[in-house]
């Protein structure tokens, strides 16, 4: 290290501390903060509290978290119905782990990468939900499968499904197959019915793999507004993948997953024919699923809460109405986002790594070196954007847990 960088880092706090309010300072002046990175690594997180982190950053409430992880273990256990949770929006094998601990029969991704993460860190029961179609993923599928014969994917076309048998064949392993059907979102599944069915006798007769069952993600019905409108969506998006299954049974298939639904749809796709829910985004709650309304408050889906905020820091304020922030671009701002406690103020974005906070009407006053935190818009796509999230209980960080398998082509 040459001499300037030590002195930097060696001087660190002295050198941040006039930049911090009065607040800031005489919460942090206590905290070594040239030794942060060292201490995470050492998960010592004596004195570090929202006010010592880096900003923007992501911070989850962990008793919310919790609350928000046992109300769906504990209704999947009631309902019954199986819960093989979706990862893509935590990308935490931290999170996977306690879902699993809470009964999940295990997870469910949305990338290869996502896939392999999990089955790395010891997840059993993977569903990848999009079929092998490159050449590039069906050898990571192959290879995965050897690896860890709990590991499953789906196809949902005949030429796939055959090079999934040429190369599961060539590995000499028996791939673990669902066959991904329509139910109301264009973007995959083959129809329903015949197709469906022949796909399946396809799979099923195929040397190297095991048919498992169906896939069937009705993603239009999970935020649709209202419960009772969303309940009639989930039953029509599900009509077709229920003939599909009893066309199955009858031809002496068997059928042993039919899985889908939804943070949205939890609570009513088991009276429609699934055996598992591949729910995500309940861990955290974004804040426009919040406006889709539950069974108890048609104007707000109270069911699960928002654990997940990320915590920015004020870092002017020339202009009437208006305060700058770090939470910008890169943060993935959206003028859909909330802000915590203070619902008088507008998200809005200035650029790259500056955000903006403006007054709607009314409310309190906002100081140069405050910290606000906010509500994201679509978790999916935050989380992809940051490193780690701080755990938080009250206002003390009490553990660090990495976010994994983000972009980067190595990775995808
Ligand atoms: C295949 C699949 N299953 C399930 C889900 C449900 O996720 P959530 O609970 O976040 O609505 C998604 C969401 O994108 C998905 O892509």
Redesign the pocket.
């Known amino acids: 290290m040459n001499s300037r960088r030590q002195f930097l880092a060696a001087n660190a706090s002295a050198l941040l501390a006039p930049m911090l309010s009065s607040v800031a300072r005489a919460n942090t002046k206590n905290y070594p903060y040239a030794e942060f990175e060292q201490r995470i690594a050492k998960k010592d997180f004596r004195g570090m509290t929202k006010e010592t982190l880096p900003t923007p950053c992501m911070v989850v409430d962990i008793d919310l978290f919790e609350k928000n992880l046992k109300t769906m273990a504990d209704y999947a256990k009631t309902a019954p119905i199986y819960l093989r949770p979706?990862v893509?929006?935590h990308k935490s094998v931290d999170i996977a782990r306690r879902q699993m601990a809470l009964g999940a029969i295990g997870i469910?991704a949305?990338t290869i990468a996502e896939s392999e993460l999990m089955s790395h860190g010891g997840i059993k029961g993977v569903l990848w939900?999009k079929q092998p179609a490159s050449t590039n993923n069906l050898m990571r599928a192959i290879a995965l499968t050897k690896k860890d014969p709990t590991f499953m994917f789906v196809v949902d076309d005949f030429a796939v499904a055959a090079n999934v048998e040429e190369a599961a064949a060539a590995a000499k392993v028996k791939a673990r197959v669902a066959v991904s059907v329509f139910a109301g979102l264009t973007r995959q599944g083959i129809a329903n019915g015949m197709p469906a069915l022949e796909l399946a006798q396809k799979v099923a007769s195929s040397k190297n793999i095991s048919f498992e069952g169906y896939?069937a993600?009705s993603?239009a019905a999970?935020h649709t507004k209202g419960w009772e409108a969303r309940k009639k969506r989930s039953q029509d998006d599900l009509a077709g993948v229920n003939e599909t299954v009893a066309l199955s049974k009858k031809a002496g298939l068997e059928v042993k997953i039919v899985s889908?639904?939804?943070?949205?749809t939890?609570n009513m796709d088991h009276e429609f024919g699934l055996t598992e829910l591949?729910?995500?985004?309940?861990v955290f709650m974004d804040s426009i699923?919040r406006t889709v309304g539950g069974k108890t408050n048609d104007a707000v889906y109270t069911d699960f809460d928002n654990s997940l905020s990320v915590i920015t820091s004020v870092d002017s304020k020339h202009h009437p109405g208006q305060v700058t922030t770090d939470y910008g671009n890169k943060a993935m701002a959206q003028l859909t986002d909330t802000v915590k406690g203070m619902s008088w103020l507008q998200v809005d974005k200035q650029g790259a790594e500056y955000g903006l906070l403006k007054w709607k009407d009314g409310g309190g006053e906002i100081k140069v070196g405050d910290r606000v935190e906010i509500f994201c818009s679509n978790l999916?796509m935050s989380t992809n954007c940051y490193d780690r999230y701080y755990i938080a209980k009250g206002n003390d960080i009490v553990d660090v847990w990495p976010i994994m398998g983000r972009g980067g082509a190595a990775q995808r």
């Open positions: 979706h893509k929006v469910t949305a939900t896939m993600y993603g999970s889908g639904g939804s943070t949205g939890y591949e729910c995500g985004s309940y699923y999916d």
